[in-house]
């Protein structure tokens, strides 16, 4: 009797209790009340809560609310009371406010570039300030310039407090420690080689490094597996840091294993290099049955490759010493395979070339032999098969190929028989469930087309369109089921969409962390994103990159708070991290066109905490003395336009004239993908000094005030800037200009440039055209000497001065002319990285007009040089010979300087 009282009398606690939870997760909100914000603005905390004052309360909702407010990364501590009243549930939210890391800077960090040392640091701004997270970061800089070689570093930190963001800058000053450098290096057990090559690997002259070192040890490694040693190993016995001595000291032991000999017997195909490259024994450093086995197999894939597909590779390992291995590759090559010409019989829809394309078998062509592989067969049916599925044949079917002898007997002729079918087409494409957006809308984000071929390819990723365009204008938890139907008879096709939109998204707040310079509102301006518009997947990804083009941080974070409760407000979190925003460059140049030439520059990269850049800067030389300021918008107004503007006062000397000019512009640019847009606008006033000219047109040396519009279009596709491998460029231009003050001479400047590089192995061949034209608008129209063109030099013709070619004057110095192409050809090789030999051959001419540009005004040149790529460009030497030497010229002229010659 008394257990069955206890088991009621706890059955009803659980009821009263569950009750009791019951009445309050179903209260509304009467209160939310927040204490201890500092800094933040109150409404926007608000907005991040996912309920508001007057929503059913439950504790899920606040679980997720405090979850959302720990996630802005603001908050060292969120404590939430709650308390049933009459009117409701009141919520009481109690914060600390977190010390935020604002900025992270690396002071005394030369040689290595602070973003280097950066990416050790696991400390960020935007992160919440701990003394031991600092400490931490402290060690790994140490450890970083120890891994350098450099020991006992010292780093001492600097905090300054920011109550106004709630943060604190830290500063890393870092003094470097001791460099160490090797004394003695002692190798034991390395018969196969001798100690200087061991030295030399590790190269004694440079500092010690523990990086540097254990690379070297892994090339030697691999140099010993390479060369006949695939068990070799070599490992670090003793190591000796003498501190007051700076200097190291290492005992290396080195485990030979047996030396392998790789025998080939019958190859007449491929040379025993190639296939010492292709066997895998000496690349994975076993020489067991399975990579024996292996190496067989690579040595098919060769000669398949080379159309011997009927190869046969057996082996055989002789150990006539302990210390000494042979093994023999018996290849019986077979017949020669190469497929002359491939044939597709019965299609019509789809060209040959085209379906050449699709399959991984080939014929044979410049380049390459065209093998032919049985193995293949199987998947280029399937491939051809896709090809036509993609144009409404379902059924298409590829009969069994034809290999047969060409006429001469040694190539192969393949015919490949194929049955089309009949074309499926779409008849109706059904949308059920859709509210936001019309069949229309929806109709054109999909690739398959009422009216049109089937496409199976393209209808498997329309679903994957459909969900994309729907997360992108505010539906993200959007879902979409698709459905095929076949009318067999008709051969038509039905397509249905199900879709289930789900509620609109919008953006909330906009959260900004490590903002210490930057003002928000050029923050968000920045991003192409604000706060209460539709949510869109593609504007978040490119808000960061957005942030990044601006330079003035060196990383930057966005995530979202909310997408993944499917909440119908997401915030956005943006992480920034910026960089020193004062920068001083310094610069000193020499070209033979040139002279020798400095510069100081001083730039801001977050003027006023807008993301804008300033500039001054000041350049010295022989020919050229400039001042110049200017202001660059990476983002103008929020969108993709840079607009900069510049001012310069600058003296500048060339061959044919002397003058002193003060300008400025203001330019707009606008990049789309491999697309480029400029539009600018100059003022220029110039201060001829002297000059050459002809009798007839003395007026050029002027002095004169010139309005300038320039308008362009840019196509690159070139697969880098400063060492393009491959890809197109091309550039036109028109330049109109108006003098203002002077002749009052109006004219217009055409450009165009074009080039084309292509690669091969070590070879890069660059081909490129230049056409230039000044048209006079009016009649005895003279153009001022410095807008004329000119030819010869660095950049033009090679082997020749510096604007030495064209129109002369009386005394035989060039003057300058209205017309002008010029065409360079050059073949790169490269040596080793970074250094590229060169051949080239140039011509150009120049004239005042189109029916003066001769055979006799062209000037050729070829000649050789060498090139040193750097991250920005190459430094170029060159030697450049005339061809067709006239009276009183030299053989040719040497040229360094940096950069391409186009």
Same mark, same amino acid.
């Given at each position: 009797f008394f257990t069955k009282k206890i088991f009621w009398l706890g059955l009803l606690v659980l009821l009263l209790l569950a009750w009791a939870s019951f009445a309050q997760e179903n209260q509304l909100v009467a209160e939310i009340r927040l204490f201890g914000l500092k800094g933040i603005n109150e409404q926007t905390v608000r907005d991040v809560i996912p309920f508001k004052k007057g929503d059913i309360f439950n504790y899920q909702k606040l679980d997720l609310a405090i979850s959302y407010l720990r996630e802005w990364g603001v908050f060292d501590k969120i404590e939430a009371t709650t308390e049933s009243t009459k009117d409701g549930m009141d919520i009481e939210l109690n914060f600390k406010m977190a010390t935020v890391i604002t900025q992270v800077d690396i002071q005394g960090n030369y040689p290595f570039l602070e973003n280097k040392i950066k990416k050790y640091l696991t400390l960020n701004a935007g992160d919440i300030y701990t003394p031991k997270r600092v400490a931490d970061q402290v060690e790994r800089i140490k450890e970083f310039y120890k891994r350098q070689g450099i020991v006992a570093t010292e780093v001492q930190v600097k905090e300054m407090e920011q109550p106004a963001k709630n943060g604190v800058a830290i500063t890393f000053r870092v003094k470097h420690g001791e460099v160490l450098r090797y004394r003695n290096i002692e190798v034991r057990g390395n018969?196969?080689?001798?100690?200087?090559?061991?030295?030399?690997?590790? $190269?004694?002259?440079?500092?010690?490094?523990?990086? !540097?070192?254990?690379?070297?040890?892994?090339? /030697?490694?691999?140099?010993? %597996?390479? %060369?006949?040693?695939?068990?070799?190993?070599?490992? &670090?016995?003793?190591k000796k840091i003498n501190f007051e001595e700076r200097c190291v000291d290492l005992i290396l032991e080195v485990r030979e294993g047996p030396n392998v000999k790789a025998i080939f017997e019958g190859n007449q195909v491929a040379s025993d290099n190639k296939l010492?490259?292709? &066997?895998?024994?000496?690349?994975?450093?076993?020489f067991d049955s399975y990579e024996i086995e292996a190496s067989m197999e690579a040595i098919k894939k060769l000669y398949k490759e080379r159309g011997y597909p009927d190869v046969q590779v057996t082996s055989k390992k002789i150990q006539d010493e302990?210390?000494?291995?042979?093994?023999?590759?018996?290849?019986?090559?077979?017949?020669?395979?190469?497929?002359?010409?491939?044939?597709?019989?019965?299609?019509?829809?789809?060209?040959?070339?085209?379906?050449?394309?699709?399959?991984?078998?080939?014929? #044979?062509?410049?380049?390459?032999?065209?093998?032919?592989?049985?193995?293949?067969?199987? +998947?280029?049916?399937?491939?051809?098969? @896709?090809?036509?599925?993609?144009?409404?044949?379902?059924?298409?079917?590829?009969?069994?190929?034809?290999?047969?002898?060409?006429?001469?007997?040694?190539?192969?002729?393949?015919?490949?028989?194929? &049955?089309?079918?009949?074309?499926?087409?779409?008849?109706?494409? *059904?949308?059920?469930?859709?509210?936001?957006?019309?069949?229309?809308?929806?109709?054109?984000?999909? $690739?398959?087309?009422?009216?049109?071929?089937?496409?199976?390819?393209? /209808?498997?990723?329309?679903?994957?369109? /459909?969900?994309?365009?729907?997360?992108? +204008?505010?539906?993200?938890?959007?879902?979409?089921?698709?459905?095929?139907?076949?009318?067999?008879?008709?051969?038509?096709?039905?397509i249905l969409y199900d879709i289930h939109e789900g509620q609109e998204v919008r953006i909330g707040h906009i959260l900004i962390v490590g903002d210490v310079l930057s003002s928000q509102k050029a923050i968000k301006k920045a991003m192409g994103i604000k706060e209460g518009e539709p949510y869109s997947y593609k504007k978040i990804v490119e808000s960061r990159l957005n942030l990044r083009r601006l330079g003035a941080y060196s990383a930057v974070r966005v995530e979202t708070i909310g997408i993944e409760e499917e909440q119908p407000e997401v915030q956005i979190k943006v992480d920034v991290d910026e960089q020193r925003p004062f920068l001083l460059d310094l610069g000193f140049g020499y070209s033979t066109d040139e002279q020798f030439t400095g510069f100081i520059a001083f730039k801001n990269l977050n003027s006023f905490g807008w993301a804008k850049h300033t500039l001054f800067k000041l350049t010295a030389g022989q020919d050229l003395s400039r001042a110049e300021i200017g202001w660059l918008d990476p983002r103008f107004l929020g969108s993709g336009l840079e607009m900069s503007v510049n001012t310069w006062l600058? +003296?500048?000397? #060339?061959?044919?004239?002397?003058?002193?000019?003060?300008?400025?512009?203001?330019?707009?640019?606008?990049?789309? +993908?491999?697309?480029?847009?400029?539009? !600018?606008?100059?003022?220029? #006033?110039?201060?001829?000094?002297?000059? $050459?000219?002809?009798?007839?047109?003395?007026?050029?040396?002027?002095?004169?005030?010139?309005?300038?519009?320039? *308008?362009?279009?840019?196509?690159? @596709?070139?697969?880098?800037?400063?060492?393009?491998?491959k890809g197109w460029y091309t550039l036109g231009q028109v330049d109109i200009f108006n003098e203002?003050?002077?002749?009052?001479?109006?004219?217009?400047?055409? @450009?165009?440039?074009?080039? %084309?590089?292509?690669?091969?192995?070590?070879?890069?061949?660059?081909?490129?055209?230049?056409?230039?034209h000044i048209q006079t608008i009016g009649n005895n129209v003279i153009v001022p000497t410095n807008e004329l063109l000119f030819l010869g030099g660095d950049d033009t013709v090679r082997g020749y001065s510096e604007d030495s070619l064209g129109p002369v004057n009386a005394a035989g110095d060039a003057v300058g002319a209205k017309t002008r192409w010029i065409f360079n050809e050059e073949l790169r090789f490269r040596l080793y990285h970074p250094f590229y030999l060169a051949a080239f051959y140039d011509m150009g001419a120049l004239a005042n007009d189109f029916d003066e540009l001769t055979w006799n005004m062209t000037r050729e040149s070829y000649g050789f040089g060498i090139r040193y790529i750097t991250p920005v460009g190459p430094l170029r030497a060159d030697y450049g010979i005339k061809i067709r030497r006239r009276a009183g010229e030299s053989f040719g002229r040497f040229h360094l300087t940096f950069g391409f010659v186009f």
């Open positions: 018969n196969a080689y001798p100690d200087g090559r061991f030295i030399s690997a590790i $190269n004694t002259w440079k500092p010690y490094s523990e990086i !540097r070192l254990k690379r070297a040890l892994r090339k /030697l490694t691999e140099f010993y %597996h390479l %060369h006949g040693y695939p068990r070799a190993k070599i490992k &670090i016995v003793e010492k490259d292709t &066997i895998t024994i000496f690349k994975e450093g076993s302990p210390d000494r291995v042979k093994i023999i590759f018996n290849i019986a090559e077979g017949k020669s395979r190469i497929i002359k010409r491939i044939y597709f019989q019965g299609n019509e829809n789809i060209s040959s070339a085209k379906l050449d394309k699709t399959m991984t078998t080939t014929q #044979r062509g410049f380049g390459f032999k065209g093998g032919f592989d049985p193995d293949l067969i199987d +998947h280029d049916s399937k491939a051809i098969k @896709t090809e036509y599925s993609k144009k409404g044949f379902l059924e298409t079917e590829v009969g069994q190929w034809e290999i047969k002898d060409s006429e001469q007997g040694y190539d192969l002729i393949v015919d490949i028989p194929i &049955i089309e079918g009949t074309q499926t087409r779409v008849e109706q494409i *059904v949308f059920t469930g859709n509210q936001a957006f019309t069949n229309t809308k929806l109709e054109e984000n999909l $690739n398959v087309k009422v009216d049109k071929p089937l496409n199976m390819v393209a /209808l498997k990723n329309d679903k994957t369109r /459909l969900l994309g365009f729907y997360a992108n +204008h505010g539906y993200p938890y959007a879902k979409v089921d698709q459905a095929l139907i076949l009318n067999d008879e008709e051969k038509s096709a039905r600058q +003296h500048a000397r #060339r061959p044919a004239f002397n003058y002193i000019q003060g300008a400025g512009s203001v330019s707009f640019f606008r990049r789309y +993908h491999a697309l480029g847009f400029l539009f !600018r606008y100059e003022l220029d #006033r110039n201060y001829f000094i002297e000059g $050459n000219t002809t009798a007839a047109s003395q007026e050029s040396l002027r002095d004169n005030t010139i309005s300038k519009i320039t *308008v362009s279009g840019s196509y690159d @596709t070139r697969d880098s800037f400063s060492n393009p491998q203002i003050k002077g002749n009052e001479a109006n004219f217009v400047g055409f @450009t165009w440039q074009g080039e %084309h590089d292509i690669s091969y192995w070590r070879f890069t061949l660059s081909t490129a055209l230049r056409l230039n």
